[in-house]
């Protein structure tokens, strides 16, 4: 199941947010779905993550929180009666895993690393492989070798 987590703001900005539209559709279809089916939420913005504890922001506050979804809390109840065996989810441009309520919150790093500079926070430039098996999800992160340069000044 895909989620929009881009919530377009009155001034043309964006916020993460799953807007109440997608929320009745997530409860429907979730509830629709036979008893223990194996479930994979993949959205951009981050549900679940950490990263807020680790990167270090400005001390300017943001206008709209983007980091991650803001009202994840009315989002997250919904995945806990059924088999959600993960939610793949990126926007943060690092490795990460964070595990709420029996279900793994997987960001999967970006291609482009820190905006083409290098890596981001210790995540090189990369993409992550996903597999499932048996009802089982698996990933693997893997890097291909991509050597940032400096821009030349022209």
């Known amino acids: 199941m895909v989620l929009d987590s881009i919530?377009?703001?009155?001034?043309?900005?964006?916020?993460?947010?799953?807007?109440?539209?997608q929320i009745g559709w997530l409860s429907r279809d979730l509830a629709a779905q036979p008893k223990g089916t194996p479930i994979i939420i993949v959205t951009h913005i981050?549900?679940?993550?950490?990263?807020?504890?680790?990167?270090?922001?400005?001390?300017k506050?943001?206008?709209?929180?983007g980091i991650s979804v803001v009202n994840a809390y009315e989002v997250l109840p919904l995945f806990d009666t059924y088999n959600v065996i993960g939610?793949?989810?990126?926007?943060t441009h690092i490795v990460e895993r964070v595990e709420?309520?029996?279900?793994?919150?997987?960001?999967?790093?970006?291609?482009?690393?820190?905006?083409?500079?290098?890596?981001?926070?210790?995540?090189?430039?990369g993409?992550?492989?996903?597999?499932v098996d048996n009802g089982v999800l698996k990933t693997r992160y893997e890097t291909y070798g991509f050597?940032?340069?400096e821009p030349k000044n022209t």
């Open 87 to 91: 939610v793949l989810q990126g926007h």
């Open 46 to 59: 981050p549900l679940v993550t950490a990263i807020e504890d680790y990167d270090v922001r400005s001390t």
């Open 127 to 131: 993409f992550m492989v996903v597999d």
């Open 7 to 21: 919530g377009i703001t009155d001034d043309r900005m964006y916020e993460g947010r799953i807007d109440a539209q």
């Open 100 to 125: 709420w309520h029996g279900v793994p919150y997987i960001t999967g790093g970006a291609v482009c690393g820190n905006w083409w500079h290098g890596t981001r926070l210790g995540t090189p430039e």
């Open 147 to 149: 050597q940032s340069v």
């Open 61 to 65: 506050p943001e206008k709209h929180h």
